[in-house]
């Protein structure tokens, strides 16, 4: 097991939106290092962070053979886009 010192002493009101891009981060590494494959689970399956609720409050990683999360970052602009490409289709 391993404390992180700053999660533990952490008093603010944004703790889980804070920690979630780093818990992110860590999971995306582990599954490109492949230390998802040999888990014993059928997939798909998926890692969320949850509240003391059990609420959802984001899915971290999918692991699925055919299905590929997309996140925030990779969606910036792709309406955008979308509307420039449609414009381009309309036009012609």
């Known amino acids: 097991n391993i404390m992180i010192e700053e999660w533990a002493t ?3 009101d944004d703790f889980l939106e804070s920690v979630e891009p780093s818990l992110r981060n860590i999971l995306c590494r582990m599954k490109d290092a492949g230390d998802f494959d040999k888990v014993t689970i059928l997939k798909p399956y998926s890692f969320v962070l949850v509240d003391e609720e059990k609420e959802t409050i984001a899915e971290l990683l999918l692991v699925d053979d055919d299905t590929i ?22 036009e012609k």
Do not use: I, S, T
């Open 10 to 12: 952490y008093e603010g």
């Open 69 to 90: 999360l997309v996140n925030d970052e990779l969606l910036k602009g792709l309406d955008k886009e979308l509307d420039e490409f449609l414009k381009e289709l309309l």
